[in-house]
């Protein structure tokens, strides 16, 4: 792995050829191959693909989940772990007790975000409950209020977005592209009714290549060909 | 501090300090061992107060068991303390390096947080079981002291230096038992077997002066043996003859933490959070 020294961009998220590999039984296998992308401040961005085309394995490196296996990723601003379904959640423990770790671990006073987090989560009594009895529509709803409490520049959203009602929907659209924050957000999805909605410019993930699109529908348009090609 | 959504410009980006990051890395071990002991023992009852109660009860088991057996042998220490600083220096290293088993691959989700290294998941596990054992160490001291089942610690520095010794051996014991629980399944089988084995050569049943010289000079090549002695010795002060050598504990116990923390993070290299 090259630790060459590299200067971090304020405000930028920089993933610079990045190359992923993971040892299976029957060899070696490349997940993503020499991927760049920037990632700046209020950008909306989109990656779609496939499953299986390493969309996943790519925002999970961006969050600083796994390292890469060669390339660097250098994050000017505060960037959050990947929101999915599965993940950073304690399954045992009760929405409060997950929001109370998560101030913890990012140095964050409870008494300020907690009124906050109870009336975003939108969990009424469930806050006080463990989080295996949630629905998936309850945890998505937990996971973009506790990522919103910690206050993030950049949010990793790997197609928990979209659960959830319409109304929470356009929530968490309000509270994450709010114009005077200026927060930046990358979707991952292979829904590209999602990208649509809610990526200014995408990128199509085909086997482990990340191929950039100044628009979401060309983006759409090339997947589109690669599907049923 | 800014509040969520407010604009950036407002905020100025700067260096965390050195007392910052050190309150950080305090702060994520702090919330680790408390999720720790949530998911264990729950909110019920007493909850988590059960990572005092169960070792104290184990010792105060073993007390009374020893009791019944006469094991000091006419000598004119107490039983009591005697089991007490026995059975609690066992625990002190062999708690935390049992449940270490496996603590990286079964907290993996909390890998998710760019704040959580692997090494955190162990470091804090290892401080929450050596917090609780000395809780329970120090706590049954107190009472019995109280209550008047033993006479009190002759010299307390000596006896809170050698339990600190002990407990830096158990940091380095179990840093590697928990790389080598990751690497290999066969160790974590074999590991638990081998802890009881070593019981009785572990020193707490007995004083090494009480053994023939021979099995003496063996039993202290086993570096726990030392912290046992130390323990009594404090505890008993010259009123006994203890065998100790506190420099090869402590250097025993550095080179277990360095060749560990090299361990961990080789492991951490390894491990992918699904």
């Not at chain 1, 999970?60 to 250098?74: A, K």
């Not at chain 1, 009124?115 to 469930?126: D, W």
């Not at chain 1, 592209?177 to 590209?192: A, F, I, Q, Y």
């Not at chain 2, 704040?115 to 160490?137: C, G, H, P, T």
């Amino acid at each position: 792995m090259s630790r060459a020294p590299h200067s971090v961009y304020e405000g930028e998220l920089r993933v610079t050829n990045v190359t992923k590999k993971y040892k299976t039984s029957h060899g070696t296998v490349t997940v993503l191959d020499d991927v760049s992308l920037t990632v700046r401040r209020g950008d909306r961005l989109g990656i779609l693909g496939r499953n299986g085309s390493g969309k996943s394995t790519l925002i999970r490196l961006m969050g600083g989940v796994s390292p890469p296996t060669s390339g660097s990723i250098t994050a000017g601003m505060k960037v959050s772990w990947p929101l999915a379904f599965g993940g950073a959640f304690q399954s045992g423990l009760t929405g409060l007790d997950n929001l109370k770790f998560i101030c913890r671990i990012y140095g964050v006073e409870l008494d300020q975000v907690r009124a906050f987090v109870e009336e975003f989560a939108e969990l009424g009594s469930f806050f006080r409950e463990p989080v295996k009895g949630y629905s998936s529509g309850m945890r998505a709803r937990l996971a973009f209020a506790l990522s919103m409490a910690i206050d993030f520049d950049c949010i990793l959203i790997d197609e928990v977005i979209a659960v959830g009602d319409q109304r929470f929907r356009n929530k968490c659209t309000d509270a994450l592209w709010d114009p005077k924050r200026g927060r930046s957000t990358v979707l991952v999805s292979h829904n590209e009714d999602l990208i649509r909605h809610y990526c200014d410019h995408a990128f199509v993930l085909v086997k482990g290549k990340l191929y950039p699109f100044g628009s979401a529908d060309e983006a759409i348009a090339f997947y589109n060909e690669t599907l049923y090609s | 501090m800014t509040g969520p959504n407010e604009p950036i410009a407002s905020r100025r980006r700067e260096e965390p300090s050195f007392a910052r990051s050190l309150q950080l890395q305090l702060s994520v071990w702090w919330a680790l061992a408390m999720r720790e002991a949530l998911t264990r023992f729950g909110r019920h009852n007493v909850g988590f107060l059960w990572l005092f109660f169960e070792p104290m009860s184990f010792t105060i088991g073993i007390t009374l068991v020893w009791t019944l057996l006469k094991m000091t042998h006419g000598s004119s220490i107490h039983i009591a303390s005697f089991a007490l600083t026995g059975y609690s220096s066992i625990m002190l290293w062999r708690n935390p390096a049992t449940r270490i088993s496996h603590s990286i691959t079964v907290n993996m989700a909390l890998l998710y947080h760019r704040n959580v290294r692997a090494l955190d998941i162990v470091i804090a596990r290892i401080l929450l079981e050596i917090a609780a054992i000395s809780a329970s160490f120090f706590g049954l001291a107190i009472l019995f002291v109280f209550f008047e089942f033993c006479e009190p610690p002759e010299d307390i520095p000596l006896l809170v230096a050698g339990w600190s010794l002990l407990a830096l051996f158990a940091t380095g014991l179990s840093l590697c038992i928990a790389a080598l629980t990751e690497k290999t399944e066969l160790f974590d089988r074999i590991w638990h077997t081998i802890t009881y084995l070593l019981f009785p050569f572990s020193g707490a049943g007995t004083l090494l002066d009480w053994l023939p010289p021979g099995a003496r000079k063996a039993l202290l090549y086993l570096p726990f043996a030392h912290g046992v002695e130390m323990i009594r010795h404090g505890y008993y002060g010259s009123s006994i003859r203890t065998h100790e050598d506190w420099q090869y504990l402590l250097y025993v116990s550095l080179v277990l933490v360095f060749v560990g923390i090299a361990a961990i993070e080789s492991v951490a290299r390894e491990v992918e959070p699904e």
